[in-house]
């Protein structure tokens, strides 16, 4: 209400509040307990469900919204091209490491850009991503599993087979990262050219529909309907 004299108004407001002091302490505590439990709470919930969704990332073994497997060179460039794809990158699947020391773990043999070996969590924290035929890059599960030590220039024996052949090679270190043994596979990086040789060689096998393929990890605007997007991206 618009008064003639704000001043007297004040004065009876100050005097109220003098009057129920300790009342008045109790309000606003109360306010402020309840104020920080649900910043707490909200708190708590966000933390959580970031956790979730770290773990289930690590688990599935990629941070980006969705991939797509067993693809064609051909078929990669063309879902590149939909307007539904905020980002998105590939590698080209060799093998499955064969030797001996391995066969506990999964260690899957591939070229990869390193966006895509960024959204796997496998890029390597020390040293580079393989350039030359005779480079590696693999996680320190990998080099502990046969005995190799953490260091960049080391010699890493690697058995594989490819179209019905087998393949037995040494590669130097270039690159290594932490190993994460929730992921379900450990990834193993070779360079382009030497992916692309071995796919090149002409070997066939009906069985083998393995090598040669191309994995592409694509991210979304956002995160809402991931499968109805995934879905639609097949379907175009």
């Known amino acids: 209400m618009n008064v003639a004299n704000k001043q007297i108004i004040n004065r009876l407001a100050l005097r109220f509040l003098k009057a129920g002091r300790a009342r008045n302490i109790i309000a606003v505590t109360a306010v402020i307990l309840t104020t ?29 919204h969705g991939g797509l ?16 794809i905020k980002d998105i990158s590939y590698s080209r699947v060799l093998s499955l490491a064969e ?13 990869s ?9 496998s890029y390597p924290s020390t040293g580079k991503m393989p350039q030359l035929d005779n480079e590696i890059a693999c996680s320190t599960i990998m080099l502990d599993a046969l005995g190799i030590s953490h ?23 270039c690159g290594y990262w932490a190993g994460d043994p929730v992921m379900a596979a450990q990834q193993v990086w070779l360079s ?38 995934i879905l639609r991206l097949i379907e175009e």
């Open 36 to 64: 920080l439990m649900f910043t707490s709470v909200f708190t708590l919930g966000s933390n959580m469900l970031t956790t979730i969704q770290n773990e289930t990332m690590r688990q599935v073994g990629s941070s980006a």
């Open 69 to 84: 497997k067993y693809l064609t060179m051909e078929q990669y460039e063309h879902f590149a091209q939909s307007p539904l």
């Open 99 to 111: 030797n001996k020391p391995l066969q506990k773990l999964q260690c899957e043999i591939r070229y």
């Open 113 to 121: 850009e390193d966006k895509m070996a960024e959204w796997y969590f």
């Open 151 to 173: 260091e960049i220039g080391a010699l890493v024996p690697l058995e594989f087979s490819a179209g019905g052949v087998s393949y037995s090679e040494t590669f130097t270190l």
């Open 192 to 229: 382009e050219g030497y992916v692309d040789s071995v796919v090149a060689e002409n070997i066939i096998d009906e069985n083998d529909q393995l090598t040669g393929t191309i994995n592409a990890e694509v991210w979304f605007s956002n995160s809402l309907d991931i499968e109805n997007k």
